[in-house]
């Protein structure tokens, strides 16, 4: 009997130890969470690192947030020391602030944006504040690049380390699971960071960040049958009252009293907890991003003990990490669109500037996604590039994009500018989309100040066809200058003065076609009637006249313009072409003066900017115009002197002297600009302009091309970019006058 007990206890030892070494030799399965917290998520790139340097292999993620970026492109194929090469060349002012390209912009969209400070929907009567700051555009433009490799896949389990990531239903306040679906579409859902960028829709989901109700989803996680979790956290603490001076600072302490009681919980279940110093980081502190990488590393290294540990009961490897390579071109076949409704194909397809079967390079495609955003007809445009399946071979894309258009269709615009010539003035713009057609537009600015002025155009937008317009605008400024620069030879004996303090008003009408091609070359053809009247009270001919008209005549003609522009800042450009050329051809007049007789201009500049170091640009431009035809007729001669971005007619800016102080009806100048930027959006400027301006300056039989300029001018600038425009002083010298003039400038040209 005691023999048969000591074989039985035996027995059950020998089948324990063998079911303890069969548990034991089981692989744990290891799964990855990684915390929301914006700039503060760089950490987790740090983290990474130090785990792919250890080898454990991770079998699934789970992240929120910032968390969802890093680890979706690490669920992707990417590695740390990839992740950490990537997010060092991210522009993060641009992602932030969704900021397009002005190469990605039409004409018309550009003058919009270089316009109005302020855009608010307008619809029903009703005033609304947009409801965010950014689209997120350029968030998913980037994840949608980097993850291009796996685009095709739908089922986020299917990634080479399964994945998932949490956002929030704004519109019930519950956390949402995004596993399948276009994954960049779904990490920027889960980034949507409330005010700061616009929810979005999936399934009929309205999302935001998935921090607001789930910042750390290790239960979820864990629900994927891990046996082992990493955790990364990234979150703050709470703040103190000196840190409590504004209100962002006040939402993110509301809103970490949940987050933070969370964490008492779920910091509990990690297995091997990883906190980062980021306590003197914010969510926007980008600028910082390489420190904070760095403490990601010092924080895992402290558990370098338990991740060594967990590697070698590992024997399966961790997936191989892709080339950090993303495509030059694409070659996209079929465009397919969701969404379109009050927009042709033509008309986003135009907006694109690419078309079927076309091999693009892949900044011209990202370009095309801008530009269609740009129009600001859509809420969002999302895409995902298929690979395009022939033959059982890969042969290019078929781009898969959807929109959603917006339903708001009516805008209230704002700016606010000084000036020299034309003072103080407050711009209030009313615009309204879809009048008449799916892709018109009409303006009307409205001007008032000192001098009152008005804008309206009317515009149908045909893509790639021709597109149909018509513009009015009355300008008005009250100046005292050269009488000679206005007037005719017979006004100035007549005036007996040098100087007068003349009106001028300005009413023209145009009606034209415009086509273009790409966003940076235009050609713009059309007849416009213009009223161009010049007063004066400083003359009195007779006692029972309180002002002298020189000229009151209305004209009928043609025009035409080219314009090329490629520059990436209209006001201060580091790189880029500008070239633009206008043909006037004045065919009937009124003829106020009786001498008038059919004549033409014809003016054209060019300019070119170029980035010398990080810090110092050139730019270097020429201009020169001439009448043809038209001798004694004065009043649309070429008139130099004075700084303005937005002078009517022949006006033209000179350095060193006086608005309007020189004229003829023909002029050559040239003009070099040296742009120093200090610090970011701050700039000092030198420029040095040369002029000759007589008439008759390329009919003289005689003409020299290299004779000295009989007008010269320097200037000496300090500017500031502002949500307003820019902001500039401009001390300016002739040595020909031996003068200076003193130019100020407040808010965006208009």
Known sequence: MRSFIIAISLLFFLNTNVFAQKESSKEPKVG????????KGLAHIGALKIIDSLGVRIDYIAGTSMGAIIG??????????????????????????????????????????????????????????????????????LLSKLTLHVNDVEDFSKLPIPFFCIATNIETGQPVVLDKGNLAQSVKASGAFPSLFEPVTIDEQLLIDGGVTNNYPIDELRAKGMDVIIGVDVQDGLANRNDLSSAPAILFQINNFRTINDMKIKAPKTDIYIKPDITKFNVVSFDDGAKIIENGEIAAKLKISQLSELAGKQTKKTPNFVKLKTPDSLQINQILFKGLSNYTISYALGKLKFKQNEKISYDHFISGANNLVGTNNFDSFTYKLVPSISNENVHGYDLHAEVKETNKTTFLKFGLHYDGLYKSALLANITKNQILFKSDAASLDLIVGDNVRYNFEYYIDKGYYWSVGLSSRYNEFDKAVSAAALLSDQDVTAAGVNKLDM???????????????????????????????????????????????????????????????????????????????????????????????????????????????????AHVSTGAGAKINGKDYAYLDFVLGGYANNFINNFKTFYGYDYLSISGDSFIQGTINLD??????????????????????????????????????????????TFLGPIEAKCTYSPETKESYWFFNLGFWF
């Open 32 to 39: 990855l969470v990684l915390s929301g917290g914006g700039a």
């Open 72 to 141: 979706s492109l690490y669920a992707s194929g990417y590695s740390g020391k990839q992740l950490d090469s990537i997010f060092k060349n991210v522009d993060f002012d641009k992602i932030l602030n969704d900021e397009i390209p002005r190469d990605a912009k039409t004409f018309y969209e550009r003058e919009n944006h270089e316009k109005y400070a302020i855009v608010l929907p307008f619809d029903h009567f009703k005033m609304h504040l947009p409801s965010a700051l950014s689209r997120g555009q350029n968030t998913f433009n």
């Open 503 to 617: 009106k001028v008003t300005d009413v023209t009408n145009k009606i034209f076609v415009q086509t273009q091609y790409k966003n940076d070359l235009t050609l713009t053809l059309g007849a416009q009637h213009k009223r161009y009247k010049i007063t004066s009270e400083t003359v009195l001919p007779s006692a029972n006249q309180n002002k002298t008209t020189f000229e009151k005549s209305d004209y009928v003609g043609t025009f035409a313009n080219l314009r090329f522009d490629s520059f990436d800042n209209k006001y201060y450009p580091n790189s880029g072409l500008y070239f633009n050329s206008d043909f006037n051809l004045y065919l009937y007049s009124s003829d106020y003066n009786k001498n008038f007789t059919q004549f033409s201009t014809i003016t054209a500049s060019l300019g070119y900017a170029h980035a010398l170091t990080n810090k110092l640009s």
């Open 676 to 721: 120093y930027e200090v610090i970011n959006k701050h700039h000092i400027t030198l420029a040095a302009n040369f002029a000759n301006v007589e008439d008759n300056l390329f009919s003289s039989e005689d003409i020299d091309w290299f004779s000295l300029p009989d007008y010269s001018g320097y200037a000496l600038g300090y500017g500031i970019e």
